[in-house]
């Protein structure tokens, strides 16, 4: 057997975290087995549905990596296949027209929940042998509903939750079929998971009450039931459902809030699947790993925290050339001046060990773009006599050195035993004449970027 999983997305919003992470195990499954990832956008709620939604999804699986082998596939353009499948289906009897009003409907319900039973379409149009129906009425257009079974059960075997069995009897004969002949969901679903040859349907369990519905539509039309595997929901720090007040919940704000791709799919990853202990992974070695057997079953926590401390790995680890492309039009609007300053890549090289997004990075980095304005109490308490005399030893000395980060940390040290001073006496006047502020990387480091004519032109004002 081939595996072909599937990604469906309803384009009624943005690319959210649990669809991304559905969308991440059902690449990883079809990875690791050497199968079929297929992508399938499921756009028949035309009040919900809109292009824009459609092009947030494929935005955030193009953000993430996650490629396809199949698709687009958009169910509004398989219409006419849906409508033959419905037609047979009422030629061969498991579907038939209902011409119950809506108003009739929602009365068969209230009585049904007034008796203290689930509340269900009552059969009134439903055939059965020796069966007298209503007569048709004349001004109104029918529904088609799938023909239940009455009896017995469906089950199947969660490969995430284990055994599950609903009862029939809990199932009304859905409607497949509008009056106006547009097909609804669960029998869209189950036509195309049938004509794609889905194996394996891993998705939220949000879906699993649509699971028997769809396993029963996909027995009566003679089609090959996938095996399914439903994920616990991702819940916020609170414990609650995760929603927008937990934050960005929608996947393309996260490159907007400066996360890397690679680091979300880490994270996604260990949300309800782990290897081991392993913490850190690229998604190749997700992809030779990731098994459904490791999937947990219990609710998953989002944590903010944890997922930075994944993005400052990857900002660590990611090529500066790479970064400099994310941050420079950032610091751009910032008012960053790059004309005769330090390369971007090299500054962003010393700077990124200390962020956790690309947008700390990038204003991390604006200290060597923009004019130093030490603040005048900073001066006074930082510029004493003493630092203004060792500044000014420090000027005339490293006029001939080589300008490198070991030979200004020599000259530093022996200017702090010449003048008896601590390190802080001489490195804090240093930072505030040369970047403005009293927070940097290692001086002489800084100092190394900044080269030495700025360096001396900015201590020159102020010795």
Request: a negative charge.
């Amino acid at each position: 057997m081939t595996v072909r999983t599937r990604f469906a997305p309803s384009p009624t919003g943005y690319l959210h975290l649990g669809g991304a992470r559905t969308a991440l195990y059902s690449w990883a499954y079809a990875r690791h087995c050497g199968g079929t990832f297929i992508l399938r956008i499921e756009d028949t709620d035309l009040e919900r549905s809109t292009p824009e939604a459609v092009q947030a999804i494929l935005d955030g699986m193009q953000w993430l990596g996650l490629q396809h082998d199949e698709g687009p596939f958009y169910q509004m353009q398989r219409m006419p296949r849906y409508r033959e499948v419905v037609a047979q289906m009422l030629k061969e009897g498991t579907a038939y027209h209902c011409y119950s009003s809506p108003e009739e409907v929602e009365a068969m319900r209230e009585r049904a929940r007034a008796q203290g039973l689930h509340p269900r379409y009552d059969g009134t149009w439903r055939p059965e042998p020796g069966k007298t129906l209503p007569p048709v009425p004349a001004d109104r257009q029918p529904v088609v509903r799938f023909k239940n079974p009455a009896e017995g059960e469906v089950s199947w075997d969660d490969l995430v939750k284990g055994r599950i069995t609903i009862s029939n009897a809990e199932l009304d004969d859905l409607v497949i079929a509008r009056p106006d002949g547009t097909p609804t969901y669960n029998f869209c679903v189950a036509v195309d998971d049938w004509d794609m040859q889905i194996t394996h349907v891993i998705r939220g369990d949000d879906h699993v009450n649509n699971t028997p519905r769809q396993i029963n539509i996909l027995r009566a039309i003679g089609a090959t039931v996938p095996q399914y595997g439903h994920l616990s929901m991702i819940l916020g720090p609170d414990g609650q459902k995760l929603s927008k007040r937990h934050g960005a919940v929608s996947v393309m704000m996260y490159p907007e809030l400066g996360y890397l791709p690679e680091a979300m799919l880490n994270y996604l990853a260990r949300l309800g699947w782990s290897h081991g202990d392993d913490e850190v992974f690229s998604m190749q070695q997700m992809a030779d790993w990731f098994d459904l057997t490791h999937i947990t079953a219990s609710a998953a926590q989002f944590n903010m925290e944890k997922l930075a401390w994944l993005n400052n790995h990857y900002i660590r680890a990611a090529d500066n050339a790479r970064l400099a492309q994310m941050v420079k039009p950032q610091m751009e609007q910032a008012g960053a001046q790059f004309a005769h300053a330090p390369a971007l890549e090299d500054v962003l090289a010393l700077m990124k060990e200390r962020c956790n997004t690309t947008v700390e990075l990038g204003e991390a980095a604006m200290l060597f773009y923009r004019e130093p304005q030490p603040p005048a109490d900073l001066l006074a308490q930082h510029l004493s006599e003493a630092a203004r005399a060792a500044l000014q030893d420090f000027l005339a000395e490293s006029v001939t050195i080589s300008w490198d980060r070991a030979t200004i940390s020599s000259l530093i040290k022996s200017l702090l035993a010449k003048h008896k001073m601590k390190m802080p006496q001489l490195a804090m006047p240093l930072r505030l004449l040369v970047t403005g502020q009293l927070q940097t990387p290692t001086i002489d480091a800084v100092l190394e970027l900044f080269g030495r004519d700025t360096v001396h032109a900015r201590i020159a004002k102020a010795v």
